[in-house]
């Protein structure tokens, strides 16, 4: 290796999961690492590695960027397993449940997305957003106009992010703007996938909104591409809202259960996630664990939307993975910290408050793992590619004061997450590139 690869060397304290550090106050022995004095040497993108600075400096080729993050916490950059990005504009829209929430806000939003020049200009703003709060690989929604895929992806490719993202299929229950033709909807995901696919960062999934909004000749014919391409992801929503699951039990009275809807068209995956599955009982969490699936959760957007309190620990229990997700116009912030704060609450609320420990493995490695991007991404470690969160401990007087407070690392993790914003992300990183540099945007 010589220098006329791109190296560069990140020094300060960092932070990384190896591993699950489990539910307990104390981690799991060898599940995490923490380095006062560390580094993260990174070439062409990649890690190449990450270790004391102490024992790095003697090996650095001459003349390397050294960039000094000594008063900062270095973290893999954050994942968000289910967002939409479609949504950022109806955040926050003044209380409804989800039907009413999705015809009165949601959809009308969506429907502009028919425009090219809006539906790229959402996704730069969106992608803006994420790098500001630290998020580097997120699952996104798009609307049901494939130009709002191509752009998408187009503004994800020039920042060299991993992203995964689908065209939302629906051909029935929306307004005739988002409706498909049911299997002109696949075509156009047949033509999205061969277009990005698997190409850079990129990666697609099959998105039929949810099963209300699709026939059951589109869900099977979906199940039909999913099983000729296993590598492609699928994401949809389930058991969300009591309504939601009344309506599903009134349009598919052969199903035994709402999940059964997706088992009968063959979308219970080893990729597929499923957002919320918050009304589901234990043998529904066996079935999805059985099949591999991932249900997203979405506290912020759970609480907002008043659908109730995803009871994590029972899908642990059940060997059903979860991820974590900001859930974004649903979700009343797009931040990890944000989500990570709703999911202490609700957590709190069901006796099974998170540590910070599990917060941050969730926000990364665990969200790496439930998209089976867990051998690239979610980890800072030789031969991960170069996606980094910084994190300033100072980046409010409260926090300075909270944390001059904490003699523990695990207490400094944990007010971290309960008290972290935007603000708190100084820079983000990805591919080995400085994406986001929170003091060049205040200015
Ligand atoms: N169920 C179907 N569509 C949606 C959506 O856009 N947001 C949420 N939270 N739930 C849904
Ligand atoms: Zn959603």
Redesign the pocket.
Known sequence: MTMQNDHRLLRGPLFTCLDDPGEDAVPLAGATRYLEDGAIWIVDGHIHAVEPFDALVDRLPPGIEIVDYRDKLMMPGFIDSHV?YV?LDIMASYGRE??D??NDY?FPA?CRFADAEHARAGAERFLDEMLRVGTTTAQV?CSSHPISVDSFFAAAQSRQLRMIAGK?LMDRHAPDALTDDTLGGVRDSERLIADWHGRDRLDYTLTP??A??STREQLDAVGGVLRNAPDLYLQ??LS??RG?IAWVAELFPESRDYLDVYERHGLVGPRSTF??GIHLNGEQRRRLAQGGANIAF?PT?NLF?G?GLMDRLACREAGLMTSLAS?V???TSLSGLGTLQGAYQVGALLGQALTGWQGFYRLTLGNARALHLDDRIGSLQPGFEADIAVLDPRSTPLMARRLSQATTLSERLFAMMMLGDDRTVAATWANGRLVHQRDATAA
């Open positions: 939409h949504q989800l039907l929430w999705l949601t969506e929604f939302v909104r949810f209300p909004t949809t929503h969300e809202n939601e957002a919320h979405c957007s939307l659908s859930d116009g649903g979700g």
